[in-house]
């Protein structure tokens, strides 16, 4: 199982960014996916979630300018962000809690699957 991330870049503050991930790999289904971002010295925080009811939940410092969706029929979740701020300036992960089959029996197995990660540099 592979999560790839696009999108990240050079914008401007007040500027908007679209990031997309996308999952890869045999699986059983998808359950929540979400956005991670980590700026330099900083923690790695929460930005938002989405359930695979799509049920959101951002972070305060993002609501109401992030927005989290999901196409559940390409395993892809995106996070379109607006009114971009120096402060978001940041590396960009997704994440996901995958179901798959545990080798070749019938059982199934959750676990968290994380991309890579993309840069998010917003410049003031």
Not at 11 to 34: D, E, H, P, Y
Not at 93 to 105: D, E, K, L, M
Request: charged share 15%.
């Amino acid at each position: 199982v592979q999560l790839q991330a696009f999108g990240g870049g050079l914008v401007q503050a007040r500027g908007s960014l679209k990031l997309s991930c996308a999952v890869s790999g045999s699986i059983f289904s998808i359950n929540t996916m979400g956005w991670y971002r980590q700026a330099p010295g900083k923690q790695r925080e929460l930005v938002a979630t989405i359930t695979s009811g799509d049920s959101t939940n951002y972070a305060d410092s993002v609501n109401g300018r992030f927005t989290i969706s999901r196409d559940n029929a390409k395993n892809t979740v995106y996070l379109q962000m607006n009114s971009l701020k120096p402060d978001d300036t940041a590396v960009y992960y997704c994440n996901a809690h995958i179901v798959r089959f545990v080798g070749s029996s019938d059982y199934l197995k959750s676990d968290v699957y994380w991309g890579r990660g993309t840069q998010v540099t917003v410049s003031s």
